[in-house]
């Protein structure tokens, strides 16, 4: 059995439920994650039955997260950084896994070496691209040179793993051709959602009424809102939406861009949108049964570096999904194969808009398509088919079988 210490970032439930599965296994697994961060978090209290085997730490940096000033930002991501590689020392693994962007993740490597740890980069976003976009849109030719240092960074981190874990088979040809990584193993393993903590929920529930939702037709998007997301969609949609008094846009975010939103809606009169924070773990299934469409968008340039997770608890709530992007994205991939929901192309905005109209017209249509979604997380999303899988990863990086 192995000693092993995962470093996360945002606190997804997927990967506390990873850690727990590979406890429950017999490894002893040091789960830690970042508590200022703003996002949607999973169930990260220690339970009565978890393992004797898990520990959950929070990494803290006893002030409020700068997630919006790249400056700011840096100087505390070291800094956590710093924190998370102590941490990981006092525990002393054999392998380490992390999410962490690249700035931490590289003072975790370096901590990784001094211990003598097998270190495993699970490649979440292939940031650097997602850097260079940002940037390069704020500052012109200064922005590109900060994403070429990034790009450098990356690559680098990338070439020192003893594994590498992508959630999808885009990124793999991205770092063995572009990046140039290739002597470094590469194992996909697509990410998931917890399918028995996301029961099916009917509309009219508790959390519903309490935002007396339960009455109405609502388009949900729940998830982060940040540089690869454009809020003008979700407002357009609701525009669209806005001569039917019984239909809602949910929107359950926080940041700027929720902020431009109300500010927006207010300034148009549109009082069919309603802003809500992030919602506890726990009340998720109810705020996803509160939905008659769950919607995410993807700006194009951002297809190559991000696959939305939301997409995933999406499907295990047996309710259509509209999704605007790239349509070679993985997410984008999954709802066309299953039949879950609808596709379009960011350009092809009216013609999405038109359809999530009709498809809140058709409840016979809805409940077919989002069966078909709930099907495919319960024949994909196992817990124990998916931890055999990184216990295989882990078990060739330990034994150096490169």
Known sequence: MSRIAFAGYVGHPFQIQLSRALAARGHDVLHLHFSEFQGPKGPLDRRPNDPKTLTIDAVSLGAPFAKYSFIRRRFQEIEI??????????????????????????????????????????????????????FKNKLGLAGTGIGWWYR???????ARSDSIIVIAEDFTCHIQEKMGVKNVPIHVIENWALIDELPIRPKDN?????????????VLYSGTLGMKHNPEIILN?????????????????????????????????????????????????????????????????????SVPSKILSYLCAARPIAFLGPTTNLAARIIERTGSGIVHNVNDSENFTSKILN????PEIRAQTGAKGRCYAEETFNIGTIAGEFEKVMKLARQGNL
């Open 81 to 134: 950084g710093r924190r998370f590689a102590a941490r990981i020392e006092d525990f002393h693994p054999d392998v380490i896994l992390t999410d962490l962007p690249l700035d931490p993740l590289s003072l975790v490597q370096e901590a990784s070496r001094r211990l003598d740890a097998r270190f495993i980069f699970w490649q979440q976003d292939i940031y650097s691209e997602a850097i260079t976009r940002i």
């Open 152 to 158: 450098a960074l990356e690559k680098r981190l990338l």
């Open 206 to 218: 508790v959390w519903s009424r309490k935002h007396q939702l339960h009455d109405k037709k609502i």
């Open 237 to 305: 949609i609701a525009k669209a939406m806005r001569k039917r008094p019984d239909y809602c846009m949910v929107v359950i975010s926080e940041g700027p861009a929720t902020n431009w939103l109300r500010k927006s809606a207010a300034k148009r009169g549109l009082n069919n949108i309603k802003l809500l924070d992030f919602q506890s773990f726990d009340a998720y299934p109810d705020v996803l049964g509160s939905s008659d469409i769950v919607l995410s968008i993807l700006e194009d340039d951002a297809g190559i570096f």
């Open 359 to 362: 498809l809140l017209e058709d």
